[in-house]
């Protein structure tokens, strides 16, 4: 069951909400997004299941079910609190990095498949034009646009701005 998010006129639920609006128009879920955009806010070292819950109007078995989503892809983490038996979930200071990271090895695995697939589809078929382009295309992101080092050098430059 979703509830209304707890809303006491903290920024962080509104940017959690919206976030998870944006989220969700990548195809992924709302309520996985508003998790994510309010760990993005928090700096409390790991916040709780049950708060998760109560904050964002969540239920328990929904947030459960989405940090243990976000925790696969890499979003979150879950850590120990002091002081407390309850775990808590954290996001990593560059989750983006991470992101591009794993981005890349789907694209990895998709032109790997791709190139299995050109070994069985007839030369000069439709068929066969759509798997080189998603070969090609796949190639062209891996080794010609590399994000990764990108992000990497453009954060740092931003980073000795701000110094």
Request: glycine share 8%.
């Amino acid at each position: 069951m979703t509830t209304r998010p707890h809303d006491d006129g903290d920024f962080r639920v509104e940017f959690a909400v919206r976030f998870g609006t944006l989220w969700a128009m990548s195809g992924a879920s709302a309520l996985e997004g508003r998790i994510a955009g309010y760990l993005l806010l928090d700096s409390s070292g790991g916040v709780s299941a049950a708060e998760l819950s109560d904050t964002l109007g969540i239920s328990t078995g929904t947030v459960s079910t989405a940090t243990r989503r976000l925790i696969d892809a890499g979003f979150v983490r879950r850590v120990r609190r002091p002081g407390s038996r309850a775990d808590g979930f954290v996001m990593d200071t560059d989750v983006w990095a991470g992101f591009l990271e794993r981005e890349y090895a789907y694209l990895r695995a998709q032109r790997e498949l791709a190139a299995a697939a050109l070994t069985h589809v007839d030369p000069g078929t439709d068929a066969h034009a759509r798997v080189t382009n998603m070969h090609d295309y796949m190639s062209w992101l891996i080794d010609d646009v590399d994000l990764a080092a990108a992000w990497s050098r453009h954060r740092e430059r931003l980073r000795r701005d701000r110094e």
